[in-house]
Nanobody, 122 residues
Framework: QVQLVESGGGLVQAGGSTRLSCAAS???????MAWFRQGPGKEREFVAT????????SYADSMKGRFTIFRDNAKNTVYLQMNSLKPEDTAVYYC????????????????WGQGTQVTVSS
């Protein structure tokens, strides 16, 4: 069993930066991890994913070059550094864990956090 707790959300001005954290309990270091988000009135969408060792990462096209996913397995924590934020990045951000290889498919993820709100003001 893995529990995921996100933190670091809040109100950010457009063009600004923020970092989200996802603290995991249990043996999270043996899981591939990902961030997803769900904006107001939108479906949940993939943001980024990272392999167990951190050697492989993948991003949604709209986040590539602005967002960075990384992990510290010693701290059982996955991070999402978000730069050059835009109002359309406003969403609840969720971290998720899978025993499989990193994937963009949310159905492959078996553990989810409760989400953290990020609001980008224009």
């Amino acid at each position: 069993q893995v529990q995921l707790v996100e933190s670091g959300g809040g109100l950010v001005q457009a063009g600004g930066s923020t970092r989200l954290s996802c603290a995991a309990s249990g043996t999270a270091r043996t899981y591939s991890m990902a961030w997803f988000r769900q904006g107001p009135g939108k479906e949940r969408e993939f943001v980024a994913t990272i392999s167990i060792t951190g050697g492989y990462t993948s991003y949604a096209d709209s986040m590539k070059g602005r967002f960075t996913i990384f992990r510290d397995n010693a701290k059982n924590t996955v991070y999402l550094q978000m730069n050059s934020l835009k109002p359309e990045d406003t969403a609840v951000y969720y971290c998720a864990a899978t025993t499989r290889v990193p994937t963009r498919n949310p159905d492959e993820y078996i553990y989810w956090g409760q989400g953290t709100q990020v609001t980008v003001s224009s």
